[in-house]
């Protein structure tokens, strides 16, 4: 579904990619994770079309995206942290996206708005809102207008542990509908009822591409967090 051919970006003189390569697929839900400054949010800006490459190539469903916007409308975005109008409420939010992607009104998953109980919550403006019901909009929103992608920066930040675990049943059934999920997230604990594949970011590039099996199997671990532990602890190792 998207394919990374030798991408590279730099600022300046910081290289934040270095000729990353990757095949993400339906059906999966992919961790991306790894250290600050490893290039991840660097790489999902490139997927969105919001950074340009110094060189390299991203196809979603077999289409170069350099020039197009399209694509955009198939994936669904959830930011670590939303920026809305702070004088609108959830509601005006809510129907300017719905303006904005003309989705037909008999198409949209509202699953996460009934859930989230959003409906209450419709005169709210967004700057009297917490972070976790910030949270709770973005994630509606990334949802709303069923994507076949969805990118996910750090879902459950700022999530009360009912909205977490209901954002993830979402996220569940939604890879069960052979939907791609990008999640990044510094909480491995929270990843391991959802992921399939684990992609592990260090300086600019990954430093394995496996499925989480593979990985507790080669580790000999249970959990991704003690997985990833064992498999860095090997690099510095053989460093």
């Known amino acids: ?24 697929e339906g059906g999966q839900c ?9 290039g991840k949010t660097t790489l999902i800006k490139a997927i969105l079309g919001m950074v340009i490459p110094q060189s390299g190539n ?4 077999g289409k170069d995206i350099v020039g197009e916007w399209e694509y955009r409308n198939e994936i669904g975005y959830m930011p670590q ?27 949209l998953d509202y699953d996460l708005f009934n859930a989230f109980g959003l409906g209450g919550m419709l005169d709210k403006r967004m700057r009297t809102l917490s972070g976790g019901t910030r949270q709770k909009v973005s994630a509606c929103l990334a949802f709303m207008f069923n994507p076949e992608v969805l990118i996910l920066d ?8 009912i909205s977490t675990e209901l954002l993830k049943d979402k996220i569940i059934g939604e890879r069960q509908k052979n939907k791609l999920i990008l999640i990044t ?3 491995l604990s929270e990843l391991d ?47």
């Not at 990374?4 to 290289?15: D, P, T, Y």
């Not at 991203?58 to 469903?61: P, T």
């Not at 109008?85 to 008999?106: A, C, F």
Request: aromatic share 4%; no cysteine.
């Open 1 to 24: 579904m998207i394919t990374i051919q030798q991408l590279s970006k730099r600022f300046g003189k910081l290289q934040v990619l270095n000729e990353v390569s990757l095949t993400l």
């Open 154 to 161: 750090e879902p459950t930040a700022g999530l009360d542990p």
């Open 58 to 61: 991203i196809r979603f469903k």
């Open 30 to 38: 992919v961790a991306l994770i790894g250290p600050n400054g490893s």
């Open 185 to 187: 997230s510094h909480v």
């Open 81 to 107: 942290i939303g920026q809305y109008p702070e004088n609108m409420t959830i509601g005006q939010v809510l129907d300017m996206m719905k303006d904005i992607r003309r989705v037909p009104e008999s198409t």
């Open 193 to 239: 009822d959802l992921v399939s594949e684990v992609i592990y970011m260090q300086e600019g590039k990954p430093l394995f591409h496996k499925t989480l099996q593979s990985l507790k199997a080669e580790t000999g671990t249970n959990r991704l967090s003690s997985a990833v532990a064992r498999v860095m602890a090997i690099h510095e190792f053989v460093d």
